[in-house]
C-alpha cells in the first residue's frame, strides 16, 4: 500500500509563494491520479487540485485558479503543488490523496502539511 508524506508548507506572508511535495513510498503512483485538498479550521475540507497520472491533464479550483498549480514528476512518485500570490484565506492544513481518476475516489491520503498566510 502507497503512503503519502506531504511537506514545504509554513508560514507566509501575504502575495508569497510556497511549494508543497508529495513523496509517494510502498508503491509507485504511476496509474494514479492525484489531487491536493485543503481543510481551514471550522470549515469542511475542499477540493484543490487534481491531476491525471500521466500529467496531462489538471483540474484547479476556481478559487485557486491562476495563482496554484499542479504537477508531478513520476520518476521521482512526487506531485507538487506551487501556490503563489498567497492569501490568508488560503491558510489550511493541505493534503495530498490518490485516486484512480481525477474524478475518483481518493483512497489514500497523506497526513497534511500546514500553510499559513499572514496579512
Known amino acids: 500500500q502507497v503512503q503519502l508524506v506531504e511537506s514545504g508548507g509554513g508560514l507566509v506572508q501575504a502575495g508569497g509563494s510556497l511549494r508543497l511535495s508529495c513523496v509517494a513510498s510502498?508503491?509507485?503512483?504511476?496509474?494514479?491520479?492525484m489531487g491536493w485538498f485543503r481543510q481551514a479550521p471550522g470549515k469542511e475540507r475542499e477540493f484543490v487540485a487534481a491531476?491525471?497520472?500521466?500529467?496531462?491533464?489538471?483540474r484547479i479550483a476556481d478559487s485557486v485558479k491562476g495563482r496554484f498549480t499542479i504537477s508531478r514528476d513520476n520518476a521521482k512518485d512526487t506531485v507538487y503543488m506551487q501556490m503563489n500570490n498567497l492569501k490568508p484565506e488560503d491558510t489550511a492544513v493541505y493534503y495530498c490523496?490518490?485516486?484512480?481518476?481525477?474524478?475518483?475516489?481518493?483512497?489514500?491520503w497523506g497526513q497534511g502539511t500546514q500553510v499559513t498566510v499572514s496579512s
Open positions: 490523496a490518490a485516486a484512480r481518476t481525477m474524478t475518483g475516489d481518493y483512497d489514500t
Open positions: 510502498g508503491r509507485t503512483l504511476i496509474r494514479s491520479a
Open positions: 491531476i491525471t497520472w500521466s500529467g496531462g491533464g489538471t
